[in-house]
């Protein structure tokens, strides 16, 4: 368990290395982390779809990063 603790540690630390393109941006990968690392948990005991739903949750990602940085573009056009 030891080994999994230092993992997700070196995980978070390199996501706060990340630059924040957007507001929020971090936590959104944060929370993404947190939850393929569920979905891994669940696959284990039950056999769930894993790749559908990494894939989900990454695609929603992305999509919360397009929508973000629509938004900061639309507000930069109006000044």
């Not at 790749?51 to 900061?72: C, E, H, P, T, W």
Request: aromatic content about 8%.
């Amino acid at each position: 368990m030891a080994y999994n603790d230092k993992i997700l540690q070196v995980l978070m630390a390199e996501i706060d290395v990340v630059p924040e393109r957007c507001f929020g941006y971090q936590t959104e990968l944060k929370d993404l982390l947190a939850d393929v690392l569920s979905f891994e948990r669940e696959h284990i005991i039950s056999k769930i779809n894993v790749v559908k739903k990494i894939a989900d949750q990454v695609n929603n990602v992305g999509m919360f990063l397009y929508k973000s940085r629509s938004v900061a573009d639309a507000s930069k056009e109006e000044l």
